[in-house]
């Protein structure tokens, strides 16, 4: 049996799901007690409860429903990075194989997919209009949609990770779990507004940071010439001279998105683009997998 | 500061390399695509200064050590507060190689090897040192110490002047070495004017370990080597292998081979022209011949110069075009009438004697004169001692000490023969060491007494 995407907080559906809804439903599941009001059904009155102490209480249940899950791509130009020395997956198709799964399984246990990007459409494939978000649906078709659409998106461009941040939180007004994959290449003030407005507005925030080691330990022997891949600058290194200052800001921002995700109370993954992506997924679901004493 | 090598300094510009070097490497980075641009940037701005600076102190450095490098191969003497080697020398000995080959010249300068080494020496003498040293020449063909009073009075002197001899590098090092002992010259510079000739070094000579153990034992001396090795291309070597007067049907006439060879260096080997014109002069007569080169070399065989009637006395010289190694350009000679082959027979026994004197008297060459004088022993005083070549002996030695003894070893000394035949009596006296000894009949048929020397 595949691990199920749990939401980590109640959500509102608009079906009957595996998940929490924060509205009373007719599950199992015993909520509270409620004192009675004329209309009430009375078929919910618990009689022993009137028994024990002459008064009248409505036993309500937990309800089930199913959530939205958003995948939020950030398609940067800072996404189409791909380590020199091994040649490996870039950003973006990395994350494109995450958010494909992800979406994947939320749309095989019934919930319902919706896709934002996070930036500028890079180059059209094929001449082809890409939509940039995709609301929440449910159905095979759908997924079949976001899908295609996780897969022919282009990166390139500056960012606008922050103002797009800022606009899923304004547009997606139900609750959902919206999952952003990015490198986070921003200003961490910025980003720190931008993920409380998401959790303002009661979403369930899901960050899978990525990165390469090659961006971490800037390990180059040589002087070299780097061009950036969201805009024009150019920026001549030795990295002789400046390994150890870049190091040292690069520890520092980690340090600053860490006290960033740990404040707004997000999950958050930090992922090497060397690592295997089943196993990121895995490590991801069974982090948000409730115990069994939990619900 | 002075250079001993000053041309190298054309070589200074080398000393920007590592800039050019810089520059290149700096448009031949590779391109690497980053995301992570921001942490470059304020790694860049961090780094700013310190990068910089450091940046361009290694570049600075190493363009000093290129051109401390190529100043250091123009060997560079300094003076005064450049000279922080220690100052100058007690004494500066200047060991001049005047052999013939040092006068080998530049060919667009007309500056000879002796001439340039003794130029460059004097002006880095007088521009470091000061006249502060003493210096002293010994130069190889007197093989004599001479205190000059300033350097540039180096150039001038007689004893520094080319000559057509050798050099004995080893002996010129055993002088100075002979000298600096001698009179405790302290501290001393030993400068070492050679074009390196592997006849005049001898490097093979037993004198050499000699040398080394007595300078070690010289702690203040300091050896400095003024060098011109390369051999000057271009030139030709005129050479006179046989020369001979002859007197003939038609006259007097001077026959020769001679022989015209090169020194071939690769970048001169084109130099040589195809004919070269030779100029000779006899009694002021000049007339002159060209002849073709084959790959710079020429052998003329049996060339002769009539001298016309009567001439048989005179000098000449042979002469090729001005190269640069004057001294074997011109090849001077006398010439007169052979001289006559004169000898003396001493005996008081003229028939026994006589097949000697026959012998003596026929012309084996029959270019020239034999003349012999036949004397008794009481005229030995007659002899011709100047003129006579081989003396004949058959009378007794003469006594020890006496005047005859003595002109007969002069007569040896100066390279004359001098034959002694037994005499009829035998005296017990001795002439340098010989004496005759008892007489030996080895053949009983044969009466004549054998000569036997002994001591």
């Known amino acids: 049996m595949a691990l199920p995407i749990c939401a980590r907080q109640a959500v509102i559906g608009s079906v009957s799901g595996l998940h929490r809804s924060p509205v009373r439903g007719s599950s199992l599941e015993f909520a509270e007690y409620r004192k009675y009001v004329p209309g009430d059904d009375l078929r919910r009155l618990d009689w022993r409860a009137w028994g024990r102490s002459d008064r009248h209480y409505v036993k309500e249940f937990e309800a089930d429903t199913n959530l939205r899950l958003i995948v939020l791509l950030d398609i940067s130009g800072s996404m189409n990075f791909r380590n020199t020395e091994e040649n490996g997956l870039n950003r973006i198709d990395y994350a494109r194989k995450l958010a494909g799964t992800l979406a994947y399984l939320a749309a095989r246990q019934g919930d319902a997919v919706g896709f934002w990007t996070a930036g500028n459409q890079g180059k059209k494939k094929k001449n082809k209009q890409i939509p940039t978000s995709l609301p929440a649906r449910r159905g095979a078709t759908h997924l079949g949609t976001v899908l295609d659409t996780i897969g022919d998106v282009q990166a390139g461009g500056p960012t606008t990770l922050i103002s797009s941040l800022h606009e899923a939180a304004e547009q997606i007004s139900q609750r959902a779990v919206i999952v952003i994959f990015s490198d986070l290449f921003a200003d961490p003030a910025e980003l720190r507004s931008a993920i409380q407005h998401l959790r303002f507005r009661k979403h369930d925030v899901v960050v899978f940071h990525l990165l390469d080691q090659q961006e971490i330990a800037f390990d180059f022997d040589r002087p070299a010439r780097f061009i950036d891949l969201e805009g024009a600058d150019l920026v001549l290194a030795d990295p002789e001279d400046m390994a150890a200052a870049y190091r040292k800001a690069f520890a520092d921002w980690t340090l600053q998105i860490d006290g960033i995700v740990r404040s707004a109370g997000i999950d958050y993954l930090r992922v090497m683009l060397d690592e295997n992506y089943t196993e990121v997924l895995t490590r991801f679901l069974l982090a948000r997998t409730p115990k069994k004493s939990a619900r | ?367 020239r004169n034999y003349q012999v004088d036949l004397l008794p022993s009481k005229q030995v005083s007659e002899i011709a001692w100047d003129e006579t070549g081989l003396i004949v002996w058959q009378i007794p030695l003469p006594a020890t000490n006496s005047n005859t003894s003595q002109l007969l070893s002069a007569h040896l000394a100066e390279g004359r023969s001098l034959l002694f035949l037994p005499p009829a009596t035998p005296a017990a006296e001795s002439f340098l060491g010989i004496s005759w000894g008892a007489e030996v009949n080895s053949d009983p048929r044969n009466s004549r007494k054998h000569l036997v020397v002994a001591k």
């Open chain 2, 1 to 367: 500061m002075s250079f001993l090598q000053p041309i190298l300094l054309w070589a200074l510009p080398l000393a920007l390399l590592p800039i050019l070097i810089h520059l290149i490497h700096l448009h031949r980075r590779r391109t690497v695509e980053w995301a992570a641009t921001r942490f470059l940037l304020a790694a860049q701005k961090m780094n700013q200064g310190y990068s910089r600076l450091r940046r361009i102190l290694i570049l600075l450095l190493r363009v000093f050590a290129v051109a401390a490098l190529i100043l250091m191969v123009c060997r560079p003497l300094a003076g005064g507060l450049l000279g922080f080697t220690g100052g100058a020398p007690n004494t500066v000995l200047v060991l001049l190689d005047r052999s013939a080959s040092m006068e080998q010249q530049n060919l667009s300068t007309g500056v000879s090897k002796r001439q340039a080494g003794l130029t460059k020496l004097s002006e880095a003498l007088e521009k470091a040192y000061r006249g502060r040293s003493r210096i002293v020449l010994i130069d190889s063909a007197s093989r004599s110490p001479e205190a000059v009073r300033h350097a540039s009075d180096l150039t001038q002197l007689p004893t520094s002047q080319g000559t057509d001899t050798t050099a004995d590098l080893p002996g010129l090092l055993q002088d100075a070495l002979d000298y600096t002992t001698a009179n405790k010259t302290g501290r001393t510079d030993i400068w070492i004017v050679s074009d390196l000739q592997c006849t005049d070094w001898d490097p093979t000579s037993g004198r050499w370990e000699t040398l080394r153990s007595g300078f070690s034992l010289l702690p203040g001396v300091k050896f400095h080597l003024l060098t011109y090795p390369g051999p000057a291309g271009g030139n030709l070597s005129l050479n006179i292998e046989h020369l001979r007067v002859r007197s003939g049907a038609q006259g007097t006439e001077i026959t020769l081979d001679l022989n015209v060879t090169p020194t071939i260096t690769p970048k001169t080997r084109s130099l040589f022209p195809s004919e070269l014109p030779i100029r000779f002069v006899i009694n002021g007569s000049a007339s002159a011949m060209r002849s073709k080169l084959e790959n710079g070399q020429l052998a003329i065989k049996g060339h002769t110069i009539p001298l016309g009637s009567g001439s048989i006395r005179g000098w000449g010289r042979i002469e090729i075009p001005a190269d640069t190694q004057p001294a074997d350009n011109v090849w001077h000679f006398v010439f007169d009438a052979p001289p006559v082959m004169r000898s003396a027979v001493i005996s008081d026994d003229p028939s026994g004697i006589a097949p000697v004197m026959a012998a003596l008297g026929a012309p084996a060459d029959p270019s």
